[in-house]
C-alpha cells in the first residue's frame, strides 16, 4: 500500500489555507498528510482565519490553537512562526508546499530543501523554479527537479484546455480574457501602486490589466508559442474567475460542437463541464482547473468559435497543488 504523502505548508494564507482545509475535510487529499505549518502571523489569528473563512464558510470541524500547534478534528499539527523556513528541521517532509508567494529568488525556493525536505511545490509562478509544470497540461515532462512551480491559477485553467483545443481542432491563434475576481495584491481604497489602474479600490471597480497566464503558455505549450495573446478584468467579486477564449482553428468545427467539446472535457482530468446557466457563485468550491459552460459556446464561420470556463482561482488551484504534490512524490521518491 502507497503510504501518505508528507507534506508541510509555508505560508497560511489564501492558498494555504485552502490546501490545509481542503486536506483537513478529505475533499481530493487521498494519500496526503499535512505534518507541519509555518507561518509568521500569530498562532491564534492562524487558527481563526483558518477556522473562519469568508469565501468557503466556516471550518466544519473543530479548530483549537495551542503554543505549537494547531489541532483540527483531533489531529495535530506543529505550527512554528519563523521568517526563514531553513532554519527548520523537515528531514520528515516528502514535499514542501511554499505558499508565501516569496519564491522569487533561487536562495528563498532552496530554503525547503536546505531544512531536510525532499523537494518543494512552489504555489504560484517562478522564474527561479527548476521546472512549471500544469496537470492536464506537461506534466509529463516532471523527472528529478526538486523545485517546481505549480504556475498561476489562470495557467492552470487555460493550459489543459488550449492543449485539449489543440487537439481536437488545431489552434491557429487565439486569444483570452481572464475576467478575474480581485486578490490581496489590489488595495481595498485607492493607494499606489506599480499599475495605475490597479492602484484603484479592487472592491469598487473593474480593473484591466495584465496575466501572465499567456507568457506561461509558451513555456508549458511550446508547440503554440506565439499563437495565443491575453488580458485580464479584475472585477469587484471575492471569489471565482473566468476564461473568455475566442480561437481561430485549423480545422472545420463540427457542427455538434457542444457535444465535441463535452466529450473533451470528459477525456481530461481537470477539465469540467456544465449545461446550465451558471454564475460565479454557482462555481465556488469546484475542484476542476476550469468548467466550460457550454450554452455560452459561439461559432462564427466555420473555423472561429468562442469558448467560457469558469474556474475557482483558489480551490480548483489548491486542488492541483494536491495533485502535483504526490505525482513528485511519485517520481522522486516512489516510496511504497
Known amino acids: 500500500m502507497t503510504r501518505s504523502v508528507r507534506v508541510a505548508i509555508n505560508g497560511l494564507g489564501r492558498i494555504g489555507r485552502t490546501l490545509l482545509r481542503q486536506v483537513m475535510t478529505g475533499v481530493g487529499a487521498d ?3 499535512v505534518v507541519h505549518v509555518n507561518d509568521v502571523a500569530p498562532l491564534e489569528t492562524c487558527a481563526y482565519l483558518f477556522q ?23 489531529q495535530r499539527v506543529p505550527f512554528t512562526s519563523l521568517p526563514d523556513i531553513s532554519n527548520l528541521d523537515l528531514s520528515g517532509v516528502d514535499i514542501l508546499l511554499e505558499c508565501t508567494g516569496r519564491a522569487q529568488t533561487r536562495e528563498f525556493a532552496e530554503r525547503g530543501l536546505r531544512a531536510g525536505a525532499g523537494a518543494v511545490l512552489i504555489s504560484g509562478p517562478s522564474q527561479v523554479a527548476d521546472i512549471t509544470l500544469v496537470m492536464g497540461a506537461n506534466e509529463a515532462l516532471l523527472k528529478e527537479e526538486r523545485i517546481v512551480s505549480n504556475a498561476s491559477c489562470t495557467t492552470n485553467a487555460l493550459a489543459p484546455l488550449m492543449r485539449s483545443l489543440h487537439a481536437l481542432l488545431g ?10 475576481c480581485y486578490t490581496g495584491s489590489q488595495p481595498m481604497v485607492d493607494a499606489p501602486r506599480t499599475d495605475l489602474a490597479r492602484s484603484r479600490a479592487g472592491a469598487l471597480s473593474m480593473v484591466p490589466t495584465t496575466t501572465s497566464a499567456t507568457k506561461l503558455i509558451d513555456q508549458i505549450l511550446p508547440d503554440l508559442a506565439g499563437r495565443i495573446s491575453g488580458a485580464a478584468v479584475r472585477v ?3 471569489s471565482v474567475s473566468a476564461v473568455d477564449l475566442t480561437i481561430q482553428v ?4 463540427p457542427s455538434d460542437v457542444t457535444g465535441a467539446l463535452a466529450r473533451m472535457a470528459e477525456a481530461s482530468p481537470v477539465i469540467g463541464v456544465t449545461s446550465h446557466p451558471n454564475v460565479s457563485t454557482d462555481m465556488r468550491g469546484r475542484s476542476e482547473s476550469v468548467v466550460l459552460t457550454l450554452p455560452e459556446t459561439l461559432v462564427l464561420g466555420s473555423r472561429q468559435v468562442r469558448i467560457f470556463g469558469w474556474y475557482d482561482n483558489e480551490w480548483g488551484f489548491s486542488a492541483r497543488m494536491l ?4 505525482l513528485m512524490n511519485d517520481r522522486l521518491f516512489q516510496t511504497v
Open 250 to 253: 485549423m480545422r472545420d468545427v
Open 31 to 33: 494519500r496526503i498528510e
Open 171 to 180: 489552434v491557429e491563434r487565439a486569444h483570452m480574457t481572464t475576467i478575474h
Open 52 to 74: 473562519f473563512d469568508s469565501v468557503f464558510g466556516p471550518y466544519p470541524g473543530e479548530v483549537a490553537a495551542s503554543s505549537d500547534a494547531l489541532t483540527i478534528d483531533g
Open 323 to 326: 495533485d502535483m504534490a504526490r
Open 236 to 238: 469587484p467579486t471575492a
